[in-house]
């Protein structure tokens, strides 16, 4: 008898799977550490490699529904309370990161440091999201800005990708939207774990793989 670890079936184009945050779907860069905080509902990642006092987040704010304004109004709004008490530099410089427009600045607090910032927004139907990514050195922010680009750039609201998901053969599994190769079956089991299984041999002489068990999110 043998045991398919879930890693092993994993396509190759994907290497870092999709998981589920503050109603936004995404891959995180690889080797990106994940907090969040229970009290603000903000998620924040991390990149790897960070020294004592550097500081470099991208964070990603809760979706809600009901803004009436437009996205535009949606933006300003959000670049404003992202640098609410401190110093622009400039005008922000305006982009695109698929779903999300974007406005790069730098901004200086009183008797603070200096701080390069990217803000993030988007809005479909009447959900909205937000991101802001942060680094408190130009060569920080260099370094790992395009991977917070790369990250926003792939998100999708979760309400909107789960259709799409299951339609390409995806399951949402423990908050990660995993493909299953085909023939494989799926059972949730009573204690919360997920069972795949691969479809029966067709010979005796065939290999068997037995089932994997997942136990919770990766």
Not at 55 to 70: D, H, M, Q, R
Not at 106 to 131: F, Q, R
Not at 148 to 155: S, T
Not at 180 to 203: F, N, Q
């Amino acid at each position: 008898m043998n045991l398919l670890l879930l890693t092993l079936f994993l396509p190759l184009q994907e290497p870092s799977p999709r998981e589920e945050a503050r109603g936004l779907v995404f891959a995180r860069p690889k080797g990106w550490e994940k907090s969040e905080d229970p009290n603000t509902k903000i998620t924040s990642f991390k990149p790897p490699g960070l020294r004592e006092g550097q500081e470099c987040t991208l964070v990603l704010y809760p979706t809600s529904k009901g803004f009436a304004g437009s996205a535009q109004e949606l933006h300003d709004a959000i670049f404003k309370s992202v640098t609410q008490g401190s110093a622009v530099d400039g005008d922000p410089q305006a982009g695109k990161a698929g779903l999300f427009q974007s406005s790069r600045a730098t901004m200086t607090s009183p008797g603070g440091p200096k701080v390069w910032i990217v803000v993030y927004t988007a809005k479909s139907a009447d959900t909205i999201g937000g991101a802001a990514f942060l680094a408190t050195s130009e060569a920080l922010f260099k370094t790992h800005g395009p991977g917070a680009d790369e990250m926003v750039k792939g998100m999708r609201f979760a309400d909107e990708e789960a259709p799409a998901a299951a339609a390409a053969g995806r399951q949402a599994i423990h908050g990660l939207l995993i493909p299953l190769p085909e023939g494989w079956t799926r059972k949730d089991e009573p204690w919360g774990g997920v069972a795949l299984s691969p479809p029966p041999p067709r010979s005796v002489l065939e290999p068997r793989w037995d089932y994997v068990i997942v136990t919770g999110s990766l």
